[in-house]
């Protein structure tokens, strides 16, 4: 079945200790993107990649790193969490970055105390 | 910048048309799209429409684009239960071709009452 995998779905952290959450995806897509889903602000995005290898940065980069390893795999890091990246985030892959066709994950709802 | 605005609730009976509104400000957007998202789970491509179109239908959806107004709607006909969720407007910005980037509006939540 073709889908997108995060992980954990849940999680609640504390300030300063530092996560991965983790996004795997298994339909050969060059895309990958992270996004962030707060209460009347919709979704925004934290970084993307169009390849293995070439990351950048989207419109809420702050706090926030990625790796791409690989083509399937796209994991967000925080380093040092704080409070205000409590949220849900989801993670989202495309054949192209040319496309608007995204599929998401069923997100990761993160709470840092 | 870029903004997509869309009303955050509606309410509609079972049977009944839904037509859910959506605003944007980038007229050189070349693909609007309509994602749905359910409780619990990601969001799906619902459908979409290019921007040379004034009108795309499938099946219960048609989509309505006024490029003018810079207004898109979704009308869902025969509103079933099932069609309770979140829909998402979403543009992608002139561009954004080398980002992937979509400019999402906040979410409409319908709820359909039996």
């Known amino acids: 079945e073709a889908q997108v995998t995060q992980n954990p779905r849940y999680l609640i952290t504390v300030t300063g200790k530092k996560l991965t959450v983790t996004c795997s995806q298994n339909?050969?897509?060059?895309?990958m993107s992270w996004y962030r889903q707060d209460p009347g602000l919709g979704l925004r995005q934290i970084y993307y990649?169009?390849?293995?290898?070439?990351?950048d940065k989207g419109d809420v980069p702050e706090g926030y790193k990625v790796s791409r390893k690989e083509k399937r795999n796209f994991p967000l890091i925080l380093e040092s969490p704080s409070p205000n990246q409590t949220s849900l985030y989801f993670c989202?892959?495309?054949?192209?970055?040319?496309?608007?066709?995204?599929?998401f994950g069923e997100g990761s709802r993160l709470t840092v105390l | 910048g870029e903004d997509v605005e869309q009303s955050l609730f509606l309410s509609v009976r079972e049977g009944d048309s839904s037509v859910i509104n959506c605003t944007y400000t980038?007229?050189?957007?070349?693909?609007l799209y309509w994602y749905k998202q359910e409780p619990g789970a990601g969001l799906q491509l619902l459908t979409y429409?290019?921007?040379?179109?004034d009108m795309k239908q499938d099946q219960r959806l048609t989509v309505l684009l006024n490029k003018k107004d810079k207004h898109l709607s979704l009308r869902i006909a025969d509103t079933q239960t099932g069609d309770s969720a979140i829909y998402f407007c979403?543009?992608?910005?002139?561009?954004?071709?080398?980002?992937?980037?979509?400019?999402f509006g906040q979410g409409t939540t319908l709820q359909v009452k039996p």
């Open positions: 989202a892959s495309s054949p192209r970055q040319t496309t608007g066709e995204l599929f």
């Open positions: 339909m050969n897509h060059e895309y």
């Open positions: 990649s169009m390849n293995v290898e070439v990351t």
């Open positions: 980038d007229s050189s957007s070349t693909y």
């Open positions: 429409i290019f921007s040379n179109m």
């Open positions: 979403a543009e992608s910005p002139h561009g954004s071709g080398n980002t992937g980037k979509l400019i």
